[in-house]
């Protein structure tokens, strides 16, 4: 079975703090990606990744970034939390093949106050 | 961008029921794929379609895959309490490996 794992089920920090959201995956996937859940917004993909040390924007990745230092690990940059930050985030992967389905960890639900 | 309509956003039901959801696209997608989340978890994979026209059982659940490669439906039978969930379908299309989601169905199950 496919396992992702996000490092915290649960977050809290405050404005302006530096957030690391830590993602690793055991299936050997190229592929890695970051979304985040809001309700009436759906799934909203911030970034991903194809192969260790590339990434590429997704569609609001304004406010984070992202590093890949490993194949199996994936991290989320807050640089300065803001509230309009407060979400689920979600982690995923998948092999480079366009067809291979994404595989999602348990998220985590950070709030910025 | 792509979008995804999914419908319905939200279903009440009684146990026991069949329940219905589908997506359609502006766009032809590649892959179909079906996902549930549970309250405070990630999406769970359940059914991927790669053809055109292609039919997948999953034990209560079934999913095709459209003809027209812009619209795909996920069919439960005979439902339980735990089918409660919000229920995402996801397009993927040519060599990108985004996909696109629709906004989800929250089913509920009344025992």
């Known amino acids: 079975d496919v396992k992702v794992t996000q490092s915290s089920r649960y977050l809290v920090k405050r404005t302006g703090e530096k957030v690391f959201l830590e993602c690793v995956q055991d299936?050997?996937?190229?592929?890695m990606f970051w979304y985040r859940q809001d309700p009436g917004l759906g799934l909203r993909l911030i970034y991903f990744s194809y192969d260790v040390k590339m990434k590429e924007k997704g569609d609001i990745p304004e406010g984070y970034s992202v590093s890949r230092e490993k194949k199996e690990r994936f991290s989320l940059i807050l640089e300065s939390a803001s509230t309009n930050q407060t979400s689920m985030y979600l982690c995923a992967s998948s092999f480079l093949n366009s067809n291979s389905p994404l595989h999602f960890g348990n998220g985590t639900r950070l709030t910025v106050t | 961008g792509q979008q995804l309509n999914q419908s319905p956003q939200s279903m009440f039901i009684q146990e026991g029921e069949d329940v219905s959801m589908n997506c359609t696209s502006s766009s032809i997608f590649n892959t179909w794929l079906w996902y549930k989340q549970d309250p405070g978890e990630g999406p769970v994979l359940l059914i991927a379609?790669?053809?055109?026209?292609e039919l997948t059982s999953n034990g209560r659940l079934t999913a095709q895959f459209g003809i027209t490669r812009k619209d795909s439906f996920l069919n439960i039978s005979a439902s339980i309490p735990s089918d409660v969930g919000i229920y995402f379908c996801a397009g993927q299309g040519g060599s990108n490996y985004k996909l696109t989601f629709g906004k989800g169905t929250l089913l509920t199950v009344n025992p």
């Open positions: 379609l790669y053809k055109a026209g």
């Open positions: 299936m050997d996937h190229e592929n």
